[in-house]
């Protein structure tokens, strides 16, 4: 894969960059989905916009007189909507209905009941149970019962607006439709009662749902069987308080233990019967037209396609709720080892009496590839020449077509070599560099990179332990006075400094940062070089020469100070190559997992490391923000919000320790907050998209950032 692009495929690529952004869409798309699925389940649990709010009973000024002292069922259907007519439940008869429900234990016992008698009921259901339970909704169906709508999420209607009345009833009828392909003209509101009840709140939601061509079925008998009163109680409450009257009786198969109601309702049946009463549903009851209609055509569809989805979101998101707490055992997890890995590693290389070995102090190559850094090359330069150690210096100019070369020979230092190339992408010219380097050692950096004076020094001491085949040096971002900066200033602090302290200290170092990195020129070449393969070529070069068994260290000394990307757009182009080459390296070095020696140790151990904190972990993290936006919205938002604020905390606490484990000023943490609302999404979009293009196949091309030569000189910090 080549690095850089002549003029003329630069054109191409400009072109192709300016069709709409797939990059953004697929991954957003999937975790839009993702929310989806998880609305979709709290609707199915009742979580999402459940209201347990009750309004109180107000004025009946507005309410028809009529409908105080009539029947429990009302019509303002069509014409009746300014005149509704109520009806009562015919004399020696009894509608036995139940609210809440369906529910897996008790409804199944109360249809039993019901068979056994030849007594058909109504179930006055709710969406969200319905959805849940397709097939208790089938068996009342099929057992010649009468279904009636009790919104989706049992909210008080009275207190909801008549955007959401419509809402609950129609996504109610899209659940009866999909579960059992029905659709009912039966309502019941919650926290309903009798008709003389109705008051200045209430009437206008039964004249709503009249309208939408619902009869409303109010009761005549309560049994408060959800307060548990006992069976005896329930029963007497059902008994009609007028011998032979008609009446409509509550009870609940749903909402907590319905046992007592189970008992009761053999009782309450028995009892009737021998008082020559018949039971009916309430259609039957009134002798009017079927309540419970069959739908077909889109509106089938619809509820089939509803239901479908309702079920993935109800069988899948348990996974990834259990996925949730893995991420957070993880996170927690590797918080704590690289604090204890890190403590460690700076415990061992701070001792007054450490020592890599004899002082090295031959010379080294320093070799500088670069591809239009004009803007930084003399920058870079010039740091180089302040190097208290002896170091020839290779500029490599990779096809550059702007004054890169120029500019280096205008500088003409001494120990400086320009060597000319044509464009061949950066491991070309690090090879190029590598066959003319004088030195055993080689040192690597970018073209817009500066070295502190001591910088080589520090980073070629590790080279005394002949076991030592590369050494990482500290990267740091130099133009950190940005929002930008800050926030990589962060990562660069908290992520790669203590994860390279964590690897050290086991071993199985992934990478050397191309910013500031150092090898022994026989370990360069007993693994073939730097290879283009990959875009990742500072991953690839380092995981093969674990895989033969060589040692590779982190000076932290060893410091370089980097131009970061100074837009979301270069951070975006940046991170996504970093991101996809790095699992392209893990990809070609998957072999390792089976091999023996110090090969099959970094297979075994490295490379799963890289791929759960590297790749699985943040692919996984952004179900802690997709919970903490249901969480706000839809479930409880202090709650949410406070737990939230405590992994923030300790995020805040390891940010500081790893600001103070590298001597850095800690004021730029104030932005922390920010950054996990914003720079961690973005990461997110970058490695949902890098793993999208690697599962199918996709090629990424290399992409040259813009540089505006800002770092111009080493900072020298204590």
Same mark, same amino acid.
């Given at each position: 894969?080549?690095?850089?692009?002549?003029?003329?495929?630069?054109?191409?690529?400009?072109?192709?960059?300016?069709?709409?952004?797939?990059?953004?869409?697929?991954?957003?798309? $999937?975790?839009?989905?993702?929310?989806?699925?998880? &609305?979709?389940?709290?609707?199915?649990?009742?979580? &999402?916009?459940?209201? +347990?709010?009750?309004?109180?009973?107000? @004025?009946?000024?507005?309410?028809?007189?009529?409908?105080?002292?009539?029947?429990?069922?009302?019509?303002?259907?069509?014409?009746?909507?300014?005149?509704?007519?109520?009806?009562?439940?015919?004399?020696?008869?009894?509608?036995?209905?139940? @609210?809440?429900?369906?529910?897996?234990?008790?409804?199944?016992?109360?249809?039993?009941?019901?068979?056994?008698?030849?007594?058909?009921?109504?179930?006055?259901?709710?969406?969200?149970?319905?959805?849940?339970?397709?097939?208790?909704?089938?068996?009342?169906?099929?057992?010649?019962?009468?279904?009636?709508?009790?919104?989706?999420?049992?909210?008080?209607?009275?207190?909801?607006?008549?955007?959401?009345?419509?809402?609950?009833?129609?996504?109610?009828?899209? =659940?009866?439709?999909?579960?059992?392909?029905?659709?009912?003209?039966?309502?019941?509101?919650?926290?309903?009662?009798?008709?003389?009840?109705?008051?200045?709140?209430?009437?206008?939601?039964?004249?709503?749902?009249?309208?939408?061509?619902?009869?409303?079925? *109010?009761?005549?008998?309560?049994?408060?069987?959800?307060?548990?009163?006992?069976?005896?109680?329930?029963?007497?409450?059902?008994?009609?308080?007028?011998?032979?009257?008609?009446?409509?009786?509550?009870?609940?198969?749903?909402?907590?233990?319905?046992?007592?109601?189970? =008992?009761?309702?053999?009782?309450?049946?028995?009892?009737?019967?021998?008082? +020559? #009463?018949?039971?009916?549903?309430?259609?039957?009851?009134?002798?009017?037209?079927?309540?419970?209609?069959?739908?077909?055509?889109?509106?089938?569809?619809?509820?089939?396609?509803?239901? *479908?989805?309702?079920?993935?979101?109800?069988?899948?998101?348990?996974?990834?709720?259990?996925?949730?707490?893995?991420?957070?055992?993880?996170?927690?997890?590797?918080?704590?080892?690289?604090?204890?890995?890190?403590?460690?590693?700076?415990?061992?290389?701070?001792?007054?009496?450490?020592?890599?070995?004899?002082?090295?102090?031959?010379?080294?190559?320093?070799?500088?590839?670069?591809?239009?850094?004009?803007?930084?090359?003399? +920058?870079?330069?010039?740091?180089?020449?302040?190097?208290? #150690?002896?170091?020839?210096?290779? &500029?490599?100019?990779?096809?550059?077509?702007?004054?890169?070369?120029?500019?280096?020979?205008?500088?003409?230092?001494?120990?400086?070599?320009? %060597?000319?190339?044509?464009?061949?992408?950066?491991?070309?010219?690090?090879?190029?560099?590598?066959?003319?380097?004088?030195?055993? %050692?080689?040192?690597?950096?970018?073209?817009?990179?500066?070295?502190?004076?001591?910088?080589?020094?520090?980073?070629?001491?590790? *080279?005394?332990?002949?076991?030592?085949?590369?050494?990482?040096? +500290?990267?740091?971002?130099?133009?950190?006075?940005?929002?930008?900066?800050?926030?990589?200033?962060?990562?660069?602090?908290?992520?790669?400094? $203590?994860?390279?302290?964590?690897?050290?200290?086991?071993?199985?170092?992934?990478?050397?940062?191309?910013?500031?990195?150092?090898?022994?020129?026989?370990?360069?070449?007993?693994?073939?070089?730097?290879?283009?393969?990959?875009?990742?070529?500072?991953?690839?070069?380092?995981?093969?020469?674990?895989?033969?068994?060589?040692?590779?260290?982190?000076?932290?000394?060893?410091?370089?100070?980097?131009?970061?990307?100074?837009?979301?757009?270069? /951070?975006?182009?940046?991170? #996504?190559?970093?991101?996809?080459?790095?699992?392209?390296?893990?990809?070609?070095?998957?072999?390792?997992?089976?091999?023996?020696?110090?090969?099959?140790?970094?297979?075994?151990?490295?490379?799963?490391?890289?791929?759960?904190?590297?790749?699985?972990?943040?692919?996984?993290?952004? /179900?802690?923000?997709?919970?903490?936006?249901?969480?706000?919205?839809?479930?409880? =938002?202090?709650?949410?919000?406070?737990?939230?604020?405590?992994? /923030?905390?300790?995020?805040?606490?390891?940010?500081?320790?790893?600001?103070?484990?590298?001597?850095?000023?800690?004021?730029?943490?104030?932005?922390?907050?920010?950054?996990?609302?914003? #720079?961690?999404?973005?990461?997110?979009?970058?490695? /949902?998209?890098?793993?999208?293009?690697?599962?199918?196949?996709?090629?990424?091309?290399?992409?040259?950032?813009?540089?505006?030569?800002?770092?111009?000189?080493?900072?020298?910090?204590?």
């Amino acid at each position: 894969m080549s690095r850089h692009q002549s003029p003329r495929r630069k054109s191409v690529r400009t072109r192709r960059l300016a069709a709409p952004p797939l990059r953004f869409f697929l991954p957003v798309t $999937l975790l839009a989905c993702l929310l989806a699925l998880l &609305v979709l389940r709290g609707l199915a649990n009742n979580e &999402v916009f459940h209201d +347990n709010q009750v309004a109180i009973s107000v @004025d009946k000024t507005t309410v028809p007189p009529n409908l105080l002292t009539g029947g429990p069922v009302v019509d303002a259907r069509g014409r009746l909507n300014d005149h509704p007519v109520s009806y009562s439940i015919p004399d020696k008869t009894v509608v036995l209905s139940f @609210d809440d429900g369906p529910d897996p234990v008790w409804t199944p016992k109360i249809l039993d009941l019901l068979a056994q008698h030849h007594i058909h009921a109504t179930f006055f259901v709710t969406g969200a149970m319905t959805s849940r339970h397709p097939e208790l909704i089938r068996q009342i169906v099929a057992g010649g019962h009468e279904i009636g709508l009790h919104t989706f999420t049992h909210a008080d209607m009275a207190l909801q607006t008549r955007t959401r009345l419509a809402w609950e009833l129609g996504q109610t009828q899209l =659940a009866l439709a999909g579960v059992a392909g029905v659709h009912s003209s039966l309502f019941r509101p919650p926290y309903s009662s009798t008709a003389d009840a109705l008051d200045d709140w209430t009437w206008p939601v039964v004249k709503d749902v009249g309208k939408h061509g619902y009869l409303t079925a *109010f009761i005549d008998a309560d049994t408060d069987d959800w307060k548990k009163p006992g069976v005896e109680e329930i029963v007497k409450t059902a008994m009609p308080k007028v011998p032979g009257r008609g009446e409509m009786v509550l009870m609940h198969d749903a909402g907590g233990d319905r046992s007592q109601t189970v =008992a009761a309702l053999g009782q309450i049946i028995d009892k009737l019967e021998a008082q +020559n #009463y018949k039971f009916a549903s309430i259609g039957e009851a009134l002798g009017s037209s079927p309540t419970t209609v069959p739908v077909h055509g889109l509106q089938l569809w619809a509820g089939k396609a509803f239901i *479908f989805m309702t079920g993935i979101s109800v069988n899948l998101l348990p996974w990834l709720i259990g996925l949730l707490s893995v991420v957070g055992v993880l996170v927690f997890g590797r918080f704590a080892l690289m604090m204890i890995l890190a403590t460690r590693h700076a415990w061992r290389t701070r001792r007054p009496d450490f020592s890599w070995g004899p002082p090295v102090t031959e010379p080294v190559t320093v070799l500088v590839p670069a591809y239009n850094e004009q803007e930084c090359i003399a +920058n870079t330069l010039k740091s180089l020449a302040l190097s208290d #150690y002896p170091i020839e210096i290779i &500029v490599i100019d990779d096809g550059s077509t702007d004054d890169t070369s120029a500019i280096v020979e205008e500088i003409a230092m001494e120990n400086v070599r320009l %060597i000319r190339q044509p464009n061949g992408g950066k491991p070309a010219a690090l090879n190029n560099g590598i066959a003319n380097a004088s030195h055993e %050692i080689v040192v690597m950096m970018d073209g817009d990179t500066v070295f502190e004076p001591s910088t080589v020094r520090e980073l070629v001491q590790p *080279f005394a332990d002949p076991t030592v085949g590369a050494v990482a040096g +500290n990267a740091k971002v130099g133009n950190r006075d940005t929002l930008i900066g800050a926030w990589q200033h962060i990562e660069y602090v908290m992520g790669f400094n $203590l994860d390279r302290r964590m690897y050290d200290e086991l071993n199985i170092m992934p990478t050397i940062p191309g910013a500031v990195g150092a090898f022994r020129r026989e370990s360069l070449l007993n693994v073939g070089g730097m290879s283009d393969e990959t875009l990742a070529e500072d991953t690839d070069i380092t995981m093969a020469m674990l895989r033969q068994g060589w040692r590779i260290v982190y000076a932290e000394k060893a410091r370089a100070w980097t131009e970061a990307p100074a837009t979301m757009q270069q /951070l975006w182009s940046q991170r #996504y190559r970093w991101s996809y080459g790095t699992m392209q390296a893990m990809w070609k070095h998957r072999h390792a997992i089976r091999e023996s020696g110090p090969a099959g140790r970094f297979g075994r151990i490295g490379l799963p490391v890289v791929a759960l904190f590297g790749v699985l972990t943040p692919l996984l993290a952004p /179900l802690i923000d997709l919970f903490l936006l249901y969480g706000i919205f839809f479930v409880d =938002a202090e709650r949410t919000i406070a737990a939230w604020a405590g992994v /923030l905390v300790v995020q805040g606490v390891l940010a500081y320790y790893a600001f103070r484990l590298d001597r850095e000023k800690p004021w730029h943490l104030v932005t922390l907050p920010v950054q996990q609302v914003v #720079y961690r999404q973005l990461m997110y979009l970058v490695l /949902l998209q890098s793993s999208i293009t690697a599962l199918t196949g996709g090629r990424l091309r290399w992409q040259k950032l813009r540089r505006t030569g800002e770092v111009a000189a080493p900072i020298v910090e204590a």
